[in-house]
C-alpha cells in the first residue's frame, strides 16, 4: 500500500478578496498560515513519511508546502514546482470579485463557469508570461480555461511524475489548487463530467488516499 496526500493552499489574499486568482501570484493572509500550520499538524498525527513534494510555481501553494513540511519534520525532503499543478486559469477574470460577476454576468452564467467541467471563463486577448515561466515555451500560457483544460495539461504529470513513483511505493504529497485538485480527484475516482460539480476541496483540508500496487484506492480519507 502507498500513501497519497492532497492538499489545498492555505486562505490567500485573493480568497480573503473574494476575487478569481488563477495564475495570478498571490501570498497567504495570516490565516492562510496558522490553516497551514494545522494541516501539516494533522498530516504529522498520521505518521506518514513522504518520499516527494509536489507543488505548482504559484506562491500560496510554495508557502503552504513550506509550512506543512517543516510541521511534519520533513523539509529535507526533494520538492517539485511545476505550472502544470497551476490552478485553473481563469482568463479575464482574474482580479473581478466573484459576487460582482454574479450581478454582471448572472448567477447561473457564473456558477457554471467556476463549477462545470468543460465552460471557459472570458478569455484574455494577451496573456502575460512572467519570469518564471520563461524556461517554458509561450505556448503553454492559457487565455483562459475550462477545467478540462486544467484537467489535459495536469494528467500528464500524473503519468511522468507521479504514478512512477507512487507504484514504486514511494508515498506522495501534492500541495496545489482548488481546481487543479479537482481534476485530479476527478480522474482518480473516475467521476463524471456532470459529477465534479459537487465537488469541493476546502482549503488547507488533507485528503488521504490508500492506494495498492496498481494505484487503486483501497480507502479515501478526509482529515
Partial sequence: MVKLVLLRHGESIANQKNTYTGWS???LT???KAQA???GETIASTGILFDHVHTSVLSRAIMTAYIV???IGQNYLPITKSWRLNERHYGALRGINKDLTRKLFGPDQVASWRRSFSAHPPLLANPSRTRRYHCYPATIIPRGESLADASQRLLPYWTAELAPRLLSGKNQLIVAHGSTLRALVKFMEDISDAGINKVEIGNAQPIVYTLDDKLTIMDKQTL
Wanted: no cysteine.
Fill in 69 to 71: 513540511q517543516d510541521k
Fill in 30 to 32: 495570516a490565516e492562510g
Fill in 37 to 39: 500550520e494545522t494541516a
Fill in 25 to 27: 501570484d498571490v501570498g
